[in-house]
């Protein structure tokens, strides 16, 4: 039956010009993935039961249902549009192939340029925990992604070490660039297992400005990129390693110093040095056992009165946001330990920024209901958002502009229902439980083991005792 407010379309018009994601389409509306379609030259020349538009949203979709199969994230998506009520000819189900060759015939730049036009920074000054002072807080961080064992993602992203051989999965290396108030990652850059965060990084600096204060951890504290992030203009305060050559040349009222870094490279010459200010300090607390190491922290704001010590000590764990973001779609929209879908090193291009869209798109229908009640955005439940953008592209919403309001209002209201409490002060010791199998290690050789012949009845042979 058609939905109520349901207009008869026109009769060129197709069920696949109105599949959308739900309350996610208000982030990435229907004419900003025709435009970067069209942009990346991915438009059709024909007309296809898989349009471009319809793929971009059908992989942000399997990002969105990870668990489910092909075929099943297809039927999320057109299951509640009303097309036997205003379409001529009925709509089926594209088979398994059908979808495989359109995701190739799309390629990752579509995603790649959505997740570029799209993603944008969504914090205000207004906004709880996003800024320290006038400055905004953002950070770097990087990951891995196992993606499927076959020959080419072999080929291009390749695999870490382990302690028998290699590691079973070849994997993906992302490095984001996010806000901390918000968790909107806003920048990625995704390379090779063979690519360090620092090479990735680079990549991602012209997302830094002035106004902004850029946080990280000590494994990219290093001379070249630490001047290349404040040539930005943006400030730093990234932790710094423990064997950094840390001169004190300077000392000041707060407890900080004034010293120096100097490329590795440059130690005589000394024509590429960077001024930073050295923040030391220890967390003494009775709860934290064995934790009362030293830490180290480098920042490019060099007047203790513009931010004193005990201040940046203590928002040096804001750093922490982006962990939690990356650990939102990892584990929580992805599923934990799960293996991307992709065969093709393209295809697992595509499926990642599928991912980064997705999982910003749900960042912003967060920071919008936090915004819209002043409240702070980690109050509000990742999970319990990421259930309500599944089951709103199920409620035939199309890409019809009232449906969408009017369906937007409800899901604001359902992720607000029940807020988060207060973080509560945690910690876990650094150890991990795994249970060894008895089982060797799959190898290459066991990819192509021998299979049977005959059915079982006929590969009998009853054995007469002697």
Same mark, same amino acid.
């Given at each position: ?244 050559? %840390? ?117 912003? %229908? ?101």
């Amino acid at each position: 039956m058609p939905r109520a407010g349901w207009v008869k379309p026109q009769d060129d018009q197709r069920l696949s010009d109105h599949v959308a994601l739900g309350v996610l389409t208000s982030t990435f509306p229907p004419w900003l993935v025709d435009e970067v379609v069209e942009a990346t030259g991915r438009t059709e020349q024909r007309s296809r039961l898989l349009p471009a538009r319809l793929v971009v949203y059908y992989v942000m979709g399997l990002a969105l249902f990870s668990q489910s199969s092909y075929e099943e994230v297809m039927r999320n998506l057109v299951e509640g549009l009303s097309w036997q009520s205003g379409w001529e000819k009925q709509w089926r189900m594209p088979s398994k192939s059908a979808i495989f060759q359109a995701r190739a015939r799309l390629g990752a730049e579509p995603l790649r340029a959505l997740f570029e036009r799209g993603c944008v920074p969504l914090a205000t000054q207004s906004t709880p925990g996003a800024y320290y002072r006038d400055w905004k807080l953002v950070a770097f961080d990087g990951t891995t992604l196992d993606v499927p064992d076959t020959p080419d993602n072999d080929a291009v992203f390749g695999r870490p070490g382990a302690s028998r051989g290699t590691s079973a999965f070849p994997q993906a290396r992302l490095v984001a660039f996010a806000e901390c108030g918000t968790h909107a990652m806003t920048g990625a850059a995704i390379g090779p297992y063979s690519d360090s965060e620092l090479t990735l990084t680079r990549q991602l600096l012209e997302h830094l400005g002035p106004g902004m204060l850029c946080l990280a951890d000590r494994g990219f504290a290093g001379h070249p990129l630490l001047a290349a992030a404040a040539a930005t203009g943006a400030d730093l305060l990234w932790r710094a390693k423990s064997n950094a050559v %840390l001169p004190v040349l300077e000392r000041f009222d707060d407890g900080s110093f004034r010293s120096e870094i100097v490329a590795t490279t440059d130690k005589r010459t000394r024509k590429q040095v960077l001024s930073v200010r050295v923040v030391e300090y220890t967390l003494e607390d009775p709860g934290r056992p064995g934790r009362a190491e030293r830490y180290r922290l480098v920042t490019t704001i060099l007047d203790p009165q513009a931010a004193p010590a005990e201040e940046l000590a203590a928002l040096y764990a804001q750093r922490w946001e982006i962990e939690t973001a990356l650990g939102e779609l990892k584990t929580h929209q992805r599923g934990p330990k799960v293996v991307l879908r992709s065969k093709t090193a393209d295809g697992v291009l595509q499926e990642i920024y599928g991912h980064l869209c997705t999982h910003y798109a749900i960042r912003a %229908l967060m920071s919008q209901a936090a915004d819209n009640h002043d409240i702070d955005p980690d109050r509000i439940s990742f999970t319990r958002s990421l259930r309500a953008a599944r089951r709103s592209t199920r409620q035939g919403l199309g890409t019809t502009t009232t449906n969408l309001a009017a369906v937007l209002g409800d899901t604001l209201t359902e992720i607000l229902h029940e807020l988060l409490p207060v973080r509560r002060l945690r910690s876990a010791a650094r150890v991990v439980k795994r249970k060894m199998s008895n089982y060797g290690v799959k190898r290459p050789q066991h990819r192509n083991w021998p299979q049977p012949a005959l059915r079982s009845a006929a590969a009998i042979e009853v054995l007469t005792p002697p």
